[in-house]
Each structure stands twice: as structure tokens, then as C-alpha cells.
């Protein structure tokens, strides 16, 4: 038995392990080659993901500044709306601003775990 560095998250398995018990990558019947193949389209899945998931906090982030700062008491609707619930000018900005600090921070988050994914190529 031999201690192998996991091809997905480089911690140490073993080589007679079925699967990696940290991340559950496949190790059992597949030679170098393979496994090299498999962690580079499991590489690439999860990039494709953390992309996904850096557009959505983009989104999150410009919903809020349109929140912020849409002039939203101009809106007879909104006036209606205001006029008729608990909801304010006021409170939709507090809204809008915490919509883009989400967004942002999120952002962050994703953008920091696409640098580390792709560092350990
Ligand atoms: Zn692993």
C-alpha cells in the first residue's frame, strides 16, 4: 500500500482506496493516465460552476444598485405599494445596498476559489 497525492484535491489517499476520502474523487481501477484525465474534467466541471456562480453574484450585485438607486417613489406603483405595506423609499435603498454587499462579497468568495482552483494546475 502506498500514499498517493488525491489527482483532485492533492491530500493524501491511499492507493488501495476505493475513493478519495476527502473529496470523494474515483481512485480505484484507473491508471495514471486516466485519473490524470478524470481530475482535469472534474477541474474543468468545477470551474464551469464557480463561473456560473461569479455571473450570478454579478447579477446580485447590479439588481442591488438598481435598487439603491432607483428613484422608486417616483413610480405610481411603487407609491401604491408604499402607501399600502410596511415597505419605504428608505427601506428598499437599506434593500439595494445589502443586495451589492452580498453580491460583492460573494463575488469575492467565487473570484478567490476560481484563483485557487486554477493555481494548482
Ligand atoms: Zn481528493
Known amino acids: 500500500m502506498a500514499i ?4 483532485s484535491c492533492n491530500k ?13 474523487f474515483l481512485i480505484s481501477g484507473q ?7 478524470s481530475a482535469q474534467a472534474l477541474k474543468s466541471k468545477r470551474l464551469n460552476k464557480l463561473i456560473g ?3 450570478k453574484s454579478m447579477l446580485l450585485f447590479v439588481v442591488g444598485i438598481a435598487v439603491a438607486f ?17 415597505m419605504t423609499p ?3 435603498k437599506y ?16 473570484r478567490s476559489r476560481i484563483f485557487n482552483l486554477k493555481r494548482k494546475a
Open 4 to 7: 498517493i497525492s488525491c489527482p
Open 12 to 24: 493524501r489517499v491511499s492507493d488501495k482506496a476505493a475513493a478519495c476520502e476527502h473529496c470523494g
Open 31 to 37: 491508471d495514471a493516465a486516466s485519473m490524470a484525465h
Open 53 to 55: 456562480s461569479q455571473m
Open 70 to 86: 432607483y428613484e422608486w417613489s417616483d413610480e405610481s406603483f411603487m407609491a401604491s405599494v408604499f402607501e399600502k405595506t410596511f
Open 90 to 92: 428608505v427601506l428598499l
Open 95 to 110: 434593500i439595494g445596498f445589502m443586495l451589492m454587499g452580498v453580491g460583492l462579497g460573494w463575488y469575492v468568495i467565487t
